[in-house]
């Protein structure tokens, strides 16, 4: 297997001229599946991405996904969000995992793998399409893999988006007119009263106090009237009625779990402190010490990763909630 850049520039190369020639989506990705297998790797599937109902659609691959007419055998389809490949096109960020049996995003195609790389293909900063390769062995891929697959995204991303006919994406809004409620049912409610107070008491917390309010929703995540019994929400959804208050309450739980997904799952270092926030509040095993024993670890080490994943959570959205003119992944 060939270990390094520049033992496939030529196989890069080659590739790049053979851009030129194509004019079909299908082609260039089959041609991208080509390069990555002289690589040694012998699964890749590449996806086409449409941004207007954001789904993933197969297109192209190697290795057990295709039948004996080389084409792909039940391709899927899967929504932005959904599995690694859908986590790669929200977040517009390559996710390495080590292992799939500890991270709950995985998506079964063909068959069951331990080791999965995904990297997005943009142009513009829009996600046109994903690259996405699974093996069987834990820990598998390197960065190489990753620089590799890197480069061919950078290099296949002008021509898919001249081949798709895409259009430009349309300018963002100045930060300062961000609202952290895109939700179009927030946005159509009578009580957008009650929404502006919301907004503007989460924008009037501290850091200190942001973190005791992201702390007792994962400690009360699964009690859904838990505002009612702690100061911290009394006084953050103090202006809303009921009602409205477990609107509220159920769009910060949606903040977090997705927060959670964008900090963590990209890189296997960090893949573990999702797999505690996981398991330890949105779907608990019946006790801490049960999240320790899945994880290998001691309870006294358990304790100090869940703490450290609960404070760069809190942080994290600290400033993507109430801070976003300072935030590098404010969308």
């Not at 500890?102 to 998506?107: A, E, K, M, S």
């Not at 598998?140 to 990753?146: A, G, R």
């Not at 994880?295 to 976003?324: C, I, N, Q």
Request: glycine share 4%.
């Amino acid at each position: 297997m060939m270990d390094n850049l520049q033992s496939v520039l030529p196989f890069i190369s080659s590739f790049s001229n053979k851009l030129l020639q194509t004019d079909d989506y299908s082609l260039i990705a089959n041609l991208l599946c080509e390069v990555i297998s002289t690589a040694g790797l012998d699964d890749c599937v590449i996806y086409r991405a449409e941004s207007a109902n954001k789904q993933l659609t197969q297109v192209a691959a190697i290795g057990q996904k295709l039948n004996s007419k080389g084409k792909i055998d039940n391709p899927i389809q899967l929504r932005y969000g959904e599995g690694i490949v859908g986590m790669v096109a929200l977040f517009k960020k390559s996710i390495i995992i080590d292992d799939t049996t500890l991270t709950p995003n995985y998506v079964i195609d063909d068959e069951h793998r331990l080791s999965e790389l995904t990297v997005p293909i943009l142009y513009n900063n829009e996600v046109i399409g994903v690259i996405d390769s699974e093996n069987e062995q834990k820990d598998y891929f390197n960065d190489f893999h990753h620089a590799l697959f890197e480069v061919l995204a950078a290099t296949a991303a002008p021509v898919f988006h001249h081949v798709s006919g895409n259009a430009s994406p349309l300018p963002q809004k100045p930060l300062e007119k961000r609202s952290p409620f895109p939700d179009a049912t927030l946005n159509a409610s009578k009580t957008n009263n009650q929404r502006d107070a919301f907004i503007a008491s989460l924008n009037g917390l501290s850091a200190k106090d942001f973190t005791k309010l992201i702390t007792e929703t994962l400690k009360h995540y699964h009690k859904p009237v838990a505002f009612n019994h702690h100061p911290v929400f009394e006084n953050i959804f103090s202006n809303a009625d009921d009602k409205f208050a477990l609107t509220l309450f159920d769009w910060l739980k949606k903040q977090i779990n997705d927060a959670c997904d964008e900090l963590f799952l990209p890189t296997p270092k960090t893949q573990k402190l999702h797999f505690i926030i996981e398991h330890t509040y949105f779907s608990p095993l019946i006790n801490h010490q049960a999240v320790a024993d899945k994880l290998g670890m001691s309870y006294s080490t358990f304790t100090r990763h869940l703490a450290k994943a609960k404070k760069e959570l809190s942080d994290y959205l600290w400033v993507k909630l109430t801070r976003p003119q300072y935030s590098l992944r404010a969308s």
